[in-house]
């Protein structure tokens, strides 16, 4: 389907929306990004680019301008909590992949993709709250409704809005979250301790704590995750004490208390777990990224698959006759990929978190072995994950 002079609309402009803003762009549609905050920013927290998220920058030729702004990455440690040792290192150099695995700044990529939309004609409107969407049937085009009273018409929606999406809520209904009794703190800290271009897991009873590099290693971040019983409210966005963070994770060793002494803001947040959306489309409106499959950030695949559901819809877009024929074969396409890898990341905590000292010290000791005889077998665990690349088909 030929998407030149059709109007697409994109609410939010996250990384998800961003990226497929420059997608459908760059098919000729005339684009325009709906972004409620006054600026386009994204502040205080890193991210991991893995290959498979690498491989659509490159294909919209934005993988050296990332390679500019972030961290190489060399390694995985995982590290026993109390006195730091080293359990195992997995060498990210064994991805079969072949591509480099990258640290940025959230705000470096949300930067990027910012330029590179409007460099391409895309317009960003601010101070744009949506209200509420209504598809188009019978070929109509949809309409986005402003919390102002104002309207927008457009041939495509896409709603890249996150985790509190009108349009989900359009497509789907309600549908109620629950708390996984796991409460995050996350910071970004100077780097004097001399972390290196490396991620490393601390990994404790009930608590685990997660840190790597950030611009050229200057930075650090940092996310700590402790099982808690009750939660009242659910974002990240609460600010919290760094003496509380210090005190939950204060008999943590290695370079946890040296890591944690630098910090002077910090928020804090429940994790929640929300399903995957039962439906993704509806007439000429889509979801992407955290509007469709939200994750709990347990395989760094939140901002990566946001990437790989944009390049996935505009190869869908091309491919079809039609908007509703396009939107149902990419959710065919992307569904069954991402569900699995929420199970995963929704399954992933508890490895770190084993509070059963014996079976903790198993746990370990099989890691290790791993790493030292089969290496190469314990990285491709994650060949379906980080070797996909949507831009072949």
Not at 97 to 123: M, N
Not at 132 to 139: E, I, K, R, S
Not at 185 to 206: F, Y
Not at 273 to 298: E, I, K, M, Y
């Amino acid at each position: 389907m030929n998407l030149s002079e059709q109007k697409v609309c994109v609410i939010g402009a996250g990384i998800g929306g961003l990226t497929a803003a420059l997608v459908l762009r760059q098919l000729g549609a005339r684009v325009c990004v709906l972004e409620q905050a006054e600026a386009i920013k994204e502040v205080g927290a890193g991210l991991q680019v893995s290959p498979n998220g690498l491989a659509v920058l490159r294909a919209l030729g934005l993988d050296k301008h990332l390679e500019a702004r972030a961290v190489q990455a060399q390694a995985v440690e995982l590290r026993d909590y109390a006195a730091g040792r080293l359990v195992a290192n997995l060498d990210l150099s064994l991805i079969k992949a072949g591509s480099p695995y990258h640290f940025v700044h959230r705000a470096d990529l949300i930067d990027l993709l910012a330029q590179a939309v409007r460099a391409a004609g895309v317009k960003v409107l601010l101070l744009q709250k949506v209200d509420t969407v209504h598809p188009g049937t019978n070929g109509e085009r949809a309409r986005v409704v402003m919390a102002n009273g104002s309207e927008m018409r457009a041939d495509l929606v896409v709603g890249g809005d996150g985790l509190h999406s009108r349009l989900r809520g359009v497509i789907n209904g309600t549908i109620a979250p629950f708390f996984t009794r796991q409460v995050a703190w996350r910071a970004t800290v100077p780097n004097t301790m001399g972390h290196g271009n490396l991620v490393q897991v601390h990994m404790g009873p009930h608590r685990h704590v997660v840190s790597y590099p950030l611009r050229g290693g200057t930075m650090v971040n940092l996310v700590a995750v402790q099982e808690q019983m009750g939660w009242t409210e659910e974002g990240w966005h609460h600010v919290d004490a760094p003496d509380n963070l210090r005190s939950a994770f204060a008999d943590f060793g290695g370079d946890v208390p040296r890591i944690m002494a630098e910090v002077k803001e910090v928020g804090r947040w429940g994790l929640f777990r929300h399903p995957v959306a039962p439906r993704w489309h509806q007439d000429n409106c889509a979801l992407l990224g955290d509007a469709a499959h939200p994750t709990l950030p347990f395989m760094a695949q939140g901002a990566v698959m946001a990437m790989e559901d944009a390049w996935v819809l505009g190869d869908a877009i091309q491919k079809a006759d039609t908007i509703p024929e396009a939107l149902a074969a990419y959710q065919a396409r992307r569904e069954a990929r991402v569900k699995r890898i929420v199970d995963t990341a929704s399954g992933n905590a508890w490895k770190y978190h084993l509070a059963n000292r014996p079976l903790r010290m198993a746990a370990h000791m099989g890691m290790r072995m791993a790493t030292r005889f089969a290496p190469q077998k314990l990285m491709g665990q994650f060949d379906w994950i980080y070797s996909h690349d949507v831009t072949k088909g």
